[in-house]
């Protein structure tokens, strides 16, 4: 049911008589927040009983897209608006703040843009931004078959329109391209659309000579697939819980009934997905779980023909291969902890032909390897810094491409083209907006292909950043990435924004944000905190963050707020902290252990209710997240896990002002926990600082699409902060 239709429905059977709101909610305009209903639901597990009073503000994918909405749907959609009006009451006094911020974020942000083309099979590929749109325009023109051809720029003559986003969002609430991918002959294009903001894409068709879609449609596929041939298309389908489970092979002018399953993942803690290799040689399908991985090939050359397995599945062995003339590249951590690099013969693929070509180290953690005819780009971590290493296959020369702020990320880019000496790249750090460059790998030479334009001027030089190293309560140096305007006072006066993340082993790189200079002109801090968790400092960095070691992120994200303090970087009252998704279980985590420290904190789209979304297989994400969390149907991870979970920890005592986000229709963290949560926390809370839930009813796990419509949020979020840190003149 479209969610438009679903509020007005709600709204509807309300002034007819339905008496939606009788017991859910308090008219925030009486001065207090919303009151939820407790109804008292027992969860046992483990020989554990737990009662959840506020289980009923879950709702069935089913009762969301009936015709008409059931008493509890509408009880619950109620209860939610009725919080997003308490939120405006309570920041009614920074309306015009937000207000000034969105249009001062988006002001920041040049309205006509241009992408940097790349060249890919006889064509340049670019995109653009048009003024006053939220979305890209994709597009393309043939290229003239040289080798050293010049970039062209992305707009003018010869350019065709490939993809009108802003088209195809007209009339949706929400719109997200996931992906296109352009047939060999280049003739047609396959392209992924979402408008519910479930993650689950349909894939489409276009005919690239006239313009137009062509019958074929499939439905609830991941959004992405390869070509074998101009006709064959290979898609990975979604079952019930959103994990993508079966590849099917997809032949053009057929219906998608009529599509033959070519892979079935049985697995429930693996997921897969499918790639045309960039050899053009293979079609892949890829499967993992979070320790594990196994890769399927195909010959493009024998669409209708059976996958064969690259190595078969192993326990803790993840690995990647790439193809090349004669042989694949493998990165994989068999017996390597921070991974190595080997190859083998292109018939002889098992691990047993495996030859090494870049050892492990204990102290490096190899991230990724792209190749080319002549060279390899080498991506490895030290100490948790990128680092691009560029080998000259043909002599073993190599060079270091070199960086120079304190913090920073760099990163291989669109490089499509294998037979090729030139590398493009990217680059940011929290001083240096977004950065393409070309690299020539032969001359060891830098030429800045484009810089993200901050519009309204942007000096470097005007803002400092820093890295410093707290230390944890086990003794371990933990890296924190800071930055500041230049002449904010670092003597223990300033406000500080400390964000943190912490899970599945991904990496928070000190990235440039225009949005973020809203908080810096203002005089605060901001600073990223590289707990244990992510993979900054390698994988036992991940590994001493997760599972029975989960506390270290918490107690990492404590330390690094004490170390700030210490260091007179923040205002004791003013210390303020953020986190999304897992990163927001981090801050329901931390805010539980220490209530006292924080003066406010944002959870954005948090995983709050840990034990009993673990425990129910039904939800998307859940069993493929047992490597990550543990099993709570084991009483020994069922104990860990609810000694941290934000839900079940809650005690009385005075919070810090929250802000609390989600979307109704996320499919990673469900709206719920969130608004479970919110409620809970106010049963215990002490203090005068308000709690309050913003629920994006039009969204999900990312928030509102397009350029402009995602910067409300982020308005709403530093209108908030400002506002606890009494600086909204």
Known sequence: MDRTLLLAAVALLAACGNNVTEMTTTDPSFGGPPQADKIPHELVANGHARNDEYYWMRLTEEQRNAAMPDAQTQKVVAHLNAENAYTETVLAPVKQLREDLFNEMKGRIKETDLSVPYRENGYWYGSRFEAGKEYSVHTRRPSSGTRNEAIPAAEGEGWADLIDENKMAEGHDYFDLADYEISPDNTLCAYGVDTVSRRQYILKFRDLSTGKDLADVITNTDGSGAWADNKTFFYSRKDKTLRSYKIFRHVLGTNEKADVEVYHEKDGAFSCDVYRSRSDKYVAIVTGSTLSSEEWLLPTTDPLGRFTVFQAREAEHEYSAQHVPGKFYILTNWNAKNFRLMECPEDKTSKEHWREVIAHRDDVLLEDVDLFRDHMVISERKLGLVHLLVRKLSTGAEHEIAFNDPAYVAYSGTNPEWDSSVLRYGYTSLTTPGSVFQHDMDANTDVLLKQQEVVGGYDAHQFKS??????????????????????????????????????????????????????????????????????????????????????????????????????????????????????????????????????????????????????????????GEYDEWGDPNEKEAYERMLSYSPYDNIKDAAYPAMLVTTGLHDSQVQYWEPAKWVARLRDHHKGEAPILLHTNMDAGHGGASGRYERLKEVALEYAFLLKEADLTK
């Open 466 to 623: 820093e890295r410093v190293w707290a230390t944890a309560k086990d003794g371990v140096r933990v890296p924190v990435s800071l930055v500041y305007k230049t002449g904010t006072r670092i003597d223990g006066s300033a406000p500080l924004l400390l964000y943190g993340y912490g899970s599945y082993g991904s990496s928070m790189d000190p990235t440039f944000s225009s949005a973020r200079l809203s908080l810096l002109d203002r005089g605060f801090v901001f600073a990223l905190a590289h707990i244990r968790g992510g993979e900054e400092l390698g994988r036992a960095w991940y590994d001493n963050g997760k599972m029975e070691h989960k506390v270290n992120t918490f107690t990492d994200f404590i330390a690094c707020a004490e170390y700030l303090l210490a260091n007179k970087y923040s205002d004791p009252r003013r210390l303020f902290c953020m986190g999304g998704s897992a990163g927001g279980l981090l801050i329901g985590a931390v805010v539980n252990m220490r209530p006292e420290l924080w003066n406010a904190a944002v959870a954005q789209v948090p995983f709050v209710d840990v034990v009993t979304t673990m425990l129910d297989s039904t939800i998307p994400l859940t069993t």
